[in-house]
């Protein structure tokens, strides 16, 4: 069975700052791999996704994130945060065809600082 | 194009009464995933419908949960006789044929008192 650990459960950058959230998965095959974010009291936007090919994959608002496959991570990077995205960040997993279900972590809260 | 719509956004259910939770998916989209998110935690995948087909519904508990997708008409999660467990944001997803990128509505917030 998939899984996913996000290991940092809060995060407190200073605005201006670089930023790496970290998120690790088991899957038995190549996965499909997500970075979600959720605002409070918001449902989730879709920041990136990686299905297969170039390992280095860009999203939208800044964020990119690098598939290793070796250490099974998929880590979210930004060089320089702003105070909006003080957010709840969730990595998630996806087989690669048949069951499409997405398995999520728990989550990393980013506190962002003046 | 809209998005995922889902409703209501909140509800409120004394024990004992059912919930039904309603989801729109995009337009084009035949396939409709339901998600849980308890308070602070992830969410958790409770089942994966097409049209008036359920395909894997591994994550649902075994008693008072159900779901649909009829052919005409939105997806339903109905729980019957409501208890404070049940008590979470329920998210809906949907997506096109064969592809896995998932897009969210924004969710309906039980609450049972």
């Known amino acids: 069975a998939q899984s996913v650990t996000q290991p940092d459960i809060h995060i407190t950058v200073s605005e201006g700052a670089s930023l790496e959230l970290r998120c690790n998965y088991s899957?038995?095959?190549?996965?499909?791999l997500f970075w979600y974010v959720q605002s409070p009291g918001q449902g989730l936007q879709l920041l990136l996704k990686?299905?297969?090919?170039?390992?280095l994959v860009q999203g939208i608002k800044g964020f990119e994130a690098e598939f290793k496959r070796s250490q099974s991570s998929f880590n979210l990077r930004k060089p320089s945060v702003h105070w909006s995205d003080a957010a709840e960040y969730f990595c998630?997993?996806?087989?690669?065809?048949?069951?499409?279900?997405?398995?999520f972590g728990t989550g990393t809260r980013l506190t962002i600082i003046p | 194009n809209a998005g995922v719509m889902q409703n209501p956004r909140h509800l409120v259910r004394r024990r004992g009464q059912e919930a039904r939770l309603r989801c729109s998916p995009m337009?084009?989209?035949?396939?409709v995933y339901w998600y849980r998110q308890l308070p602070e935690e992830g969410l958790k995948f409770m089942v994966y419908?097409?049209?008036?087909?359920?395909?894997?519904e591994s994550g649902m508990p075994k008693e008072r949960f159900s779901a649909e997708f009829p052919k005409e008409g939105p997806s339903i999660l109905r729980i019957q006789q409501v208890v404070r467990g049940d008590s979470a944001a329920y998210f809906c997803?949907?997506?096109?044929?064969?592809?896995?990128?998932?897009?969210f509505g924004p969710g309906t917030r039980l609450t049972v008192l």
């Open positions: 997803a949907s997506s096109p044929a064969l592809n896995n990128e998932q897009f």
């Open positions: 899957y038995g095959a190549t996965p499909y």
């Open positions: 990686y299905f297969s090919g170039d390992t």
């Open positions: 998630a997993v996806g087989a690669n065809f048949g069951n499409e279900k997405l398995t």
């Open positions: 337009k084009g989209h035949s396939h």
């Open positions: 419908l097409q049209k008036e087909n359920i395909i894997d």
